[in-house]
């Protein structure tokens, strides 16, 4: 099969690992195909859009999720090496408030794919790092949240230098924490 589907902790948040074709050339992979995607995870998911950004060390840009017209996200590390993180929001679930994390990178090829429900975020680790992600509904701010990111009730165990603080969006350094922020059922 040409991807491997790890579940993680929270089995709904898949590590997805691709087959690498690599010779003294480089390298050639297929970063999706919906076909594959399909049979490694059972998932038969359609995503809308695509985005990409780039970040420096010490960025941390999250956790957010949109409470209305949720995503699910397939994300990826183009150039560089992150810590990701996706923490569930669904009030039903068994694992609501618990969270996982992976560090993504150029080099390890994986992503990671969490359903709709999650919150999302994730801290450079590198130099720079340029990051891309798949979503399955469009992106609409007026229904966007964010979860905070250092919430004590959460205890994610980010990557960071104890002395140095992250660089955060005001939208994220403004956060709510899991007790006051808004779920879904």
């Known amino acids: 099969m040409p991807i491997t589907a790890t579940p993680t902790a929270i ?3 898949l590590v997805i690992e691709p087959e690498v074709f690599g010779d003294a ?7 999706f195909n919906a076909r594959d995607f399909r049979e490694a995870t059972g998932l038969d998911v359609t995503f809308v859009q695509d985005n990409h950004s780039g ?5 941390l840009r999250g956790l957010h999720y949109q409470i209305q017209q949720p995503q699910g996200k397939l994300v990826r590390v183009v150039q560089g090496e992150v810590f990701d993180v996706a ?8 694992t609501f408030g618990h ?3 992976e560090t993504l990178s150029a080099e390890n090829r994986k992503q990671l794919w969490m ?4 919150a999302h975020g994730f801290l450079v680790l590198s130099n720079w790092a ?4 798949k979503t399955t509904t469009y992106f609409a701010p007026e229904y966007e949240r964010s979860l905070l990111w250092n919430d004590p009730l959460l205890q ?6 104890c002395d140095v603080l992250p660089k955060l969006a005001p939208k994220d350094a403004g956060a709510l924490d899991l007790a006051n922020s808004e779920h879904y059922d």
Do not use: A, C
């Not at 359903?115 to 999650?118: A, I, K, L, R, V």
């Open 11 to 13: 089995p709904e948040v």
């Open 99 to 101: 969270w996982v994390g």
């Open 130 to 133: 340029e990051f891309q992600y």
């Open 115 to 118: 359903p709709p429900g999650f």
């Open 87 to 94: 923490v569930d929001l669904r009030r039903s679930s068994p």
């Open 25 to 31: 050339r480089g390298f050639l992979f297929e970063s």
């Open 55 to 59: 970040s420096s060390r010490g960025v």
């Open 156 to 161: 994610i165990r980010w990557p960071l230098n």
